[in-house]
């Protein structure tokens, strides 16, 4: 199972919008890598110059992979709040990068100390909800921001709620994700 199709398909995504043209032959790929059509959450980020440029994503499978990668590589291009719409000079500057999600799972804790021991930094994805407010960061988000104090201060910002939410004792979901990059 090549799981780089998923680059392809992501990139040719992006194209379509830009073009107008049909680019993605559904079928064919869905006859030639049938676990493409499978449930699954992907997450596609947009780089430029390493610079993040859009990402946008599932945190739950409800739509065959294939679609999943489809949507969310033209939702990150072009629907990404945080940026303007993708332009067509932009194109070949994008490094696209997909994170396949395993299901969230709740991650029951005592307190901030308890979570510190139970939170993987580098391994987890985290979901922070309280109330109507929620926000996720991906594994790879621990790489800008190694430390659980500025993770989790950063995230509870994200959900729109004040830095130190995690003394609210806030629902938190854990999940993993697998990286896949052009090679």
Same mark, same amino acid.
């Given at each position: 199972m090549n799981k780089t199709i998923?680059?392809?398909?992501?990139?040719?995504? &992006? *194209?379509e919008k830009l073009t107008g043209k049909k680019l /993605?032959?559904?079928e064919?790929?869905?006859r030639e890598h049938p676990w493409l059509a499978e449930p699954g959450a992907a997450f596609v980020t947009l780089n430029e110059h390493r610079q993040l440029r859009g990402c946008i994503g599932s945190i &739950? *499978?409800?739509?065959?992979?294939?679609?999943?990668? /489809?949507?969310?590589a033209q939702a990150a291009a072009f629907s990404d709040p945080r940026f303007p719409p993708l332009r067509p000079e932009e194109f070949d500057k994008l490094e696209i990068e997909i994170s396949l999600l395993t299901p969230p799972?709740?991650?029951?804790?005592?307190?901030?100390d308890d979570l510190r021991r139970k939170i993987r930094p580098g391994i987890d994805g985290v979901i922070l909800r309280l109330g109507n407010h929620q926000a996720t960061y991906l594994p790879s988000v621990w790489e800008q921001l190694p430390d659980f104090d500025s993770f989790f201060a950063t995230l509870c910002q994200k959900a729109g709620l004040a830095p130190d939410c995690l003394a609210a004792h806030p629902v938190i979901?854990?999940?993993?994700a697998e990286k896949i990059v052009e090679n």
């Amino acid at each position: 199972m090549n799981k780089t199709i998923l680059i392809e398909i992501a990139k040719k995504a &992006i *194209a379509e919008k830009l073009t107008g043209k049909k680019l /993605i032959d559904r079928e064919t790929l869905l006859r030639e890598h049938p676990w493409l059509a499978e449930p699954g959450a992907a997450f596609v980020t947009l780089n430029e110059h390493r610079q993040l440029r859009g990402c946008i994503g599932s945190i &739950i *499978a409800h739509q065959p992979l294939i679609d999943d990668v /489809i949507h969310n590589a033209q939702a990150a291009a072009f629907s990404d709040p945080r940026f303007p719409p993708l332009r067509p000079e932009e194109f070949d500057k994008l490094e696209i990068e997909i994170s396949l999600l395993t299901p969230p799972r709740e991650l029951p804790y005592t307190d901030i100390d308890d979570l510190r021991r139970k939170i993987r930094p580098g391994i987890d994805g985290v979901i922070l909800r309280l109330g109507n407010h929620q926000a996720t960061y991906l594994p790879s988000v621990w790489e800008q921001l190694p430390d659980f104090d500025s993770f989790f201060a950063t995230l509870c910002q994200k959900a729109g709620l004040a830095p130190d939410c995690l003394a609210a004792h806030p629902v938190i979901y854990t999940y993993q994700a697998e990286k896949i990059v052009e090679n």
